[in-house]
């Protein structure tokens, strides 16, 4: 058991191809953006670009086209949040992490969007493209359209938006076969949507 274990991981890293190595260029990558994330850092927007760019076409190749669509979009995101950020900090007082919780009728408002936009996602991909998994899909990637942009809020509650898009991630992206880098890396993410959460509660100040 161990031994077919480690010859599927030893497999992993041997005769890597193109997509392998894209693939480990974006672990990497990914590493340095949470730690900037933790620590509320405006270049962590640079680095989510460039892990865009790079997963984008990694999706593609693995049709997994909402991700792919996402990754895309979040490069315009990265810009808004990058330009927010900037100016929130300008503002700031002496604190390091600052972070607000969803008000009553905006968090009623982000429901309800996400739902129109999952129901968008999933209606093209059902329909227009061969998506093994479109209901999933449309799912991971309303959660990601939606948690970038609470994210750039700084409400503390995004971090509940990523434990469940790692964790829809984690399963998906084993159906499909994607590089052990890539389920390493959103195992990473699990865990680390946990660590930010009580980061930000412990370290930061509540601002609204």
Known sequence: MLSDIWSYIAGQFTGMDFWSIIQTAGLILSFIY??????????MWVISAMCSMIYASVYFHGKIYADMGFSCFNICMCVYGFIKWLHGDRKRASHDITYRHFRAAEFAAVLGVSAAIWAAIFCIL????DSPVPALDALTTMLNIVGTWVLAQKIIEVWGIWFLVNAISIYIYCKRGL????????????????????KWKKRGTCIA
């Open 34 to 43: 949470l730690w900037l994330e933790f620590h509320q850092k405006p270049l």
């Open 179 to 198: 590089h052990l880098t890539t389920l390493l890396l959103y195992g990473f993410y699990l865990g680390a949507s946990v660590y930010g959460f009580f």
């Open 126 to 129: 059902r329909f227009l493209t």
